[in-house]
């Protein structure tokens, strides 16, 4: 019997790239749930244990992604996440690889987008391991 597919939860404010990252996946063989606003991936992570979350850091009304992020985490404690970003602060960085978080910049280096996306997926949790650093 075949395993399911991966399910990725992708959350970003621009329709046209949720399109594309959602597309990209597919493709892949990921079931992804693309959602344009910080209440849909609320709702989504509460309704369903996705594999991996990505979320852009800025989204509506000041949300960001640490706070989908939070709350993913306080139902599966190590669900993978990649904060993707176009601009983040140094804090914001250090917060994400404080929190076993992955940074992805945008514009997204597909490889990069799909190499990330497997290796986290494959490892089941979010902590990156670290050898001796």
Not at 23 to 36: D, H, K, R, S, W
């Given at each position: 019997?075949?395993?399911?597919?991966?399910?990725?939860?992708?959350?970003?404010?621009?329709?046209?790239?949720?399109?594309?990252?959602r597309?990209?996946?597919?493709?892949?063989?990921?079931?992804?749930?693309?959602?344009?606003s910080s209440a849909e991936a609320l709702s989504a992570v509460e309704k369903t244990d996705f594999d991996l979350l990505m979320c852009d850091l800025s989204l509506e009304e000041s949300h960001t992604g640490f706070e989908i992020f939070e709350v993913a985490r306080s139902r599966t404690p190590d669900v993978p996440c990649v904060l993707l970003t176009g601009y983040?602060?140094?804090?914001?960085?250090?917060?994400?690889?404080?929190?076993?978080?992955?940074?992805?910049?945008?514009?997204?280096d597909i490889e990069e987008f799909l190499s990330t996306i497997e290796?986290?997926?494959?490892?089941?949790?979010?902590?990156?391991?670290?050898?001796?650093?």
């Open positions: 019997m075949p395993s399911r597919k991966p399910r990725v939860l992708i959350v970003d404010d621009e329709a046209s790239v949720l399109v594309t990252y597309m990209i996946l597919e493709q892949q063989g990921y079931e992804p749930t693309a959602v344009l983040a602060s140094h804090e914001a960085v250090q917060q994400a690889e404080a929190s076993g978080i992955a940074v992805l910049f945008k514009p997204i290796t986290l997926v494959r490892s089941g949790h979010g902590k990156q391991k670290a050898s001796g650093e």
